[in-house]
């Protein structure tokens, strides 16, 4: 209860598939009153009891979401709040810190005011979602260049120790998967592109890319990934391979190492669309949302 007066509980309830109006009320919230700044937690042995088995239950393999909403004696009236998470590791939890979005937690903290966000480790540090027109001397050694060729997502490795990405991938606007044995060295940076960077074909275009941005050849690329960043701002998010759970051991869990939302708009800066800047992450320690 965030707020400064307790709440009654009654006709509040919490669903995992609000399908239609009686599917809204899975779980009726008891009848109680949460006093202002406290905690009230559930479990599976409540929301799926004994008298009242598989109510419903989270897929921690693929992720979920959870509706609570508030009614009467009617019938429900309208939502409360809305969560979807992504698949989880073993031993962490999603949670809120301050007006912040649903993320992973350092730590589960059951009744009591949420830890820290766990930020990465490896990071989308850099990315380019609304390149200008690329330059003269781009064009020069690859004519059919274009703005959209320009693109690219920084993947950066902060930790001191080397990372496997074998299985890893990315998803939201563009998808790409990194190859079989992709390893990220402590400290390295990796920027991921439109194009294949080691086709022999694309050759002309991986120059004209490193000679727009003034990049050494020794800049280590990978790509290319499908679809196209959008200018409008959406969703770029970093997921790393899980283990698939025991009881359903075809399942493989992808699970979030790091994510973006963003924005052409204010608070976000406006000279990255189209206008020539990238947006760069300001800390290795902060979640790159809004």
Do not use: C
Request: hydrophobic share 40%; aromatic share 10%; charged share 20%.
């Amino acid at each position: 209860n965030r707020g400064d007066q307790s709440v009654s509980l009654d006709h509040y309830f919490l669903s995992d598939t609000p399908t239609d109006a009686g599917s809204m009320g899975r779980f009726a919230f008891p009848s109680v009153s949460l006093p202002a700044g406290e905690y009230l937690v559930f479990d599976e042995l409540d929301y799926n009891a004994v008298d009242a088995p598989d109510v419903f239950a989270f897929i921690r393999s693929q992720g979920d979401e959870l509706y609570m909403t508030v009614g009467g004696v009617g019938g429900h009236t309208h939502f409360v709040d809305v969560v979807r998470f992504p698949a989880a590791a073993l031993g962490e939890s999603f949670g809120r810190v301050g007006e912040g979005p649903l993320a992973p937690l350092q730590s589960m903290t059951l009744g009591a005011a949420n830890s820290a966000y766990r930020v990465g480790p490896v990071l989308i540090s850099e990315f380019h979602y609304h390149p200008s027109q690329p330059s003269a001397a781009a064009l020069q050694l690859d004519a059919e260049l274009q703005a959209e060729d320009l693109e690219y997502i920084e993947i950066h490795n902060p930790s001191a120790a080397t990372v496997g990405l074998t299985g890893w991938r990315i998803r939201g606007d563009v998808d790409f998967d990194f190859g079989p044995g992709t390893t990220l060295a402590a400290g390295e940076t990796l920027l991921v592109v439109p194009f294949n960077p080691d086709s022999a074909e694309n050759e002309a275009r991986k120059a004209a890319f490193l000679t727009h941005y003034g990049l050494s050849v020794e800049t280590r690329l990978a790509g290319g990934y499908r679809g196209q960043l959008d200018n409008g701002g959406h969703r770029i998010t970093l997921q790393r391979l899980g283990t698939p759970p025991i009881d359903d051991p075809e399942t493989i869990p992808r699970l979030w190492e790091d994510e973006v939302r963003f924005e052409d708009t204010a608070p976000w800066p406006t000279t990255a669309d189209g206008l020539g800047d990238s947006l760069q992450r300001t800390s290795a320690a902060a979640l790159g949302l809004l």
